[in-house]
């Protein structure tokens, strides 16, 4: 999958994404920008993190992948939703993308 580098899997905290880090950051997004009608389309940050959500639990059925194994837009987004605070986020910040979504939680 081309979001994957390659297949290290060490798991240093710092140097990794994890699973569960992941899944809260997407929800995060989803939470404060909701998939828009027609087509359920997902915000930019929202369809990047879900593109590795599915390849890390359905391809690859891993708890964490090195951030360097990581492409950097994906990277960007996970950074962007993994904290908290993230929710606070507006709309205004990033407008959604034209493509329907394929994935789901």
């Not at 580098?5 to 060490?10: G, I, L, M, W």
């Not at 994404?17 to 087509?39: I, K, N, T, W, Y």
């Amino acid at each position: 999958m081309e979001h994957l580098a390659n297949t290290d899997t060490s798991t240093d905290d710092e140097a990794v994404v994890r699973f569960a880090d992941l899944q809260a950051a997407l929800s995060r997004c989803m939470e404060a920008h909701p998939p828009s009608q027609p087509g359920h389309v997902l915000h930019p940050d929202a369809s990047k993190m879900a593109d590795l959500w599915a390849a890390m639990l359905i391809a690859n059925r891993q708890a964490a992948i090195p951030k360097k194994n990581v492409t950097g837009p994906i990277l960007d987004a996970f950074n962007t939703w993994r904290q908290p605070e993230a929710t606070q986020l507006t709309a205004g910040q990033a407008q959604p993308q034209t493509r329907p979504a394929t994935h789901s939680l």
